[in-house]
């Protein structure tokens, strides 16, 4: 079974910067596509970015340009940059992995339910 456990949330000032990371463990294969989600309390789950195993980024709107993800596959660990934080970044982040026969990206485009394998989150707080 796999799990995911992540690390590196907190709360930090609006203009700052986390590095999220999430480390895998239970897994038979190197994962195609690891990624990132958040989810406020009464709101709609947003993807936040996901990653390849060829390297290939995919960003959210709302991150796009301030975070940059990265993956160890020797560590099996995803990694989250996010700088120059706003109030709205504030989130529970979740790490996620797609199963086997399921990709996560295809022609560059997240496939939400592909991604099979959930954290159980970190809390990211910015204030403002």
């Known amino acids: 079974q796999v799990k995911l456990v992540e690390s590196g949330g907190g709360l930090v000032q609006a203009g700052g910067s986390l590095r999220l990371s999430c480390a895998a463990s239970g897994l038979t294969s190197n994962p195609y596509a690891m990624g990132w989600y958040r989810q406020v309390p009464g709101k709609q789950r947003e993807l936040v970015a996901v990653?390849?195993?060829?390297?290939?980024?995919y960003y959210g709107t709302s991150v796009k340009g301030r975070s940059t993800i990265s993956r160890d596959d020797a560590k099996n660990t995803v990694y989250l940059q996010m700088n120059s934080l706003k109030p709205e970044d504030t989130a529970v982040y979740s790490c996620v992995t797609d199963r086997i026969g399921c990709p996560g990206v295809v022609r560059g485009l997240p496939v939400d339910r592909c991604f099979a394998s959930w954290g159980q989150g970190t809390q990211v707080t910015v204030s403002s």
């Open positions: 990653v390849t195993s060829s390297g290939s980024p």
